[in-house]
């Protein structure tokens, strides 16, 4: 295995300050996309709170070898604090919260809040210029509100799996939360679109974000296909229905290579590159359409030129010629890798539960010049902001009180 690229070592600054400093979020969200959402924000500034139940966001039981890795990628720069939401003054507590925040973030299933007493209309006649973000499998609306909102059933669903895959094989679903982080990352630009209006006009308002819609909206324009031609686009592994060739190709030290000849001139250097100039003019791959025609013959033939290189030999040679081909990479290839280390896509931060006392994090996305993401505090332990939290908002008196009646946990 490569050695690993040695990444920046980013040390948290709780004194950071970010383009959203000032913006408060109540997040009541559990699991991925809400998450995404408010690390989003919290990445840039705002001050994301998690109201989390006594037995935490169920993301934290998403545990490697008894590390909370996915609580402690998703839920950095944000603060936790832990009430029994069953308990009246529990909900009293997140109104009070919801009063001073510019936004407040849920996952429950429709009618849920409604059920708890923080309906969106109660909680904009509180404040005017709330967002609310409604995370849900299907939306608010329509004959599916009620059903379970996992991301599987909506990347079914919604065309991804139909898509992906061999044709001689069954439908394949996405190894990663897909639905989920499409809708965290639709969520956030929507939540600061509605920001943005509260600001200018003083009004609130309710953006109900399913997980069907962000992943269907990016699988377009396949429905003006079908319209078009009657015909379901077929599951083609890794070959393009548009261009030809694009595929994944083996080199001869077993390693694999993405090739996307997207313009006919990336085309014409690759057939010059692998020796074969001629086929450029051949009456079967003179242009994009023919190739399409007769992929089998050419994939046959980038194939084997492919399969006498190893793949540094394949990467230097295409790249001089201008080819647009570049490794797969897997997550031992990505550790060290020169450019992901640079770029600090990829950096380590502090952890002692870690072997080596480090872990390794995504940087911060995107990237602003003037006002970049910030690093202020690790992902929290369970309540662990429950004191700086509620008790200015509630007084010290209210704040013992509720924590020996076990209203506030942690």
């Given amino acids: 295995m490569a050695a690993r690229a040695r990444k920046t070592l980013r040390q948290f600054d709780p004194s950071a300050r970010g383009a959203l400093d000032g913006v408060r979020v109540v997040d009541l969200s559990r699991l991925v996309a809400g998450n995404v959402l408010t690390k989003v924000l919290a990445d840039h500034g705002a001050d994301v709170i998690k109201v989390e139940p006594p037995a935490g966001d169920s993301l934290r039981a998403w545990k490697v070898k008894g590390v909370e890795t996915s609580w402690k990628a998703f839920c950095r720069n944000k603060r936790s604090v832990c009430l029994d939401l069953r308990a009246p003054e529990g909900i009293v507590i997140v109104r009070r919260l919801a009063q001073d925040a510019a936004m407040l973030v849920e996952s429950f299933r429709p009618g849920v809040l409604e059920a708890m007493g923080l309906a969106p209309e109660d909680l904009l006649a509180l404040n005017p210029k709330l967002v609310i973000v409604r995370v849900s499998g ?144 051949d009456p079967r791959f003179r242009s994009n359409p023919d190739r399409l025609q007769h992929i089998e013959e050419l994939d046959a033939v980038v194939r084997d030129a492919v399969a006498q290189l190893t793949i540094e030999e394949a990467l230097r040679k295409f790249d001089a010629d201008g080819v647009t081909i570049g490794p797969i990479m897997d997550v031992r290839d990505l550790d060290a890798d020169a450019y992901v280390a640079e770029r600090e896509a990829l950096i380590e931060v502090p952890d002692p539960e870690m072997p080596d006392g480090v872990l390794p994090m995504h940087g911060e996305v995107p990237r602003l010049s003037r006002t970049p993401g910030i690093l202020r505090n690790p992902a929290p332990k369970l309540g662990q902001d429950n004191e700086a939290v509620l008790a200015p908002l509630l007084g010290d008196a209210d704040y013992a009180r509720l924590s020996e009646a076990g209203v506030i946990k942690g």
């Fill in 138 to 281: 299907w939306g608010q609306t329509g004959p599916y509100r009620h059903k379970p909102g996992f991301g599987t059933l909506v990347e079914g669903y919604a065309g991804f799996a139909a898509l992906n895959g061999f044709g001689d094989r069954e439908p394949v679903l996405p190894p990663m939360f897909m639905a989920d982080a499409y809708a965290g990352l639709y969520g956030a630009s929507a939540a600061m679109i509605a920001l943005h209006h509260a600001n200018r006009r003083g009004e609130g308002q309710v953006v109900d974000l399913s997980l069907f819609e962000p992943i269907f909206a990016v699988l377009e324009p396949q429905m003006a296909n079908w319209r078009l031609t009657g015909q379901v686009k077929p599951r083609t592994g890794s070959r393009s229905t548009n261009t030809a060739p694009r595929n994944a190709y083996r080199t001869k030290d077993g390693r694999w290579l993405g090739l996307s000849t997207s313009t006919q001139g990336v085309f014409v250097r690759l057939m010059q590159s692998i020796g074969r100039p001629e086929l450029a003019e």
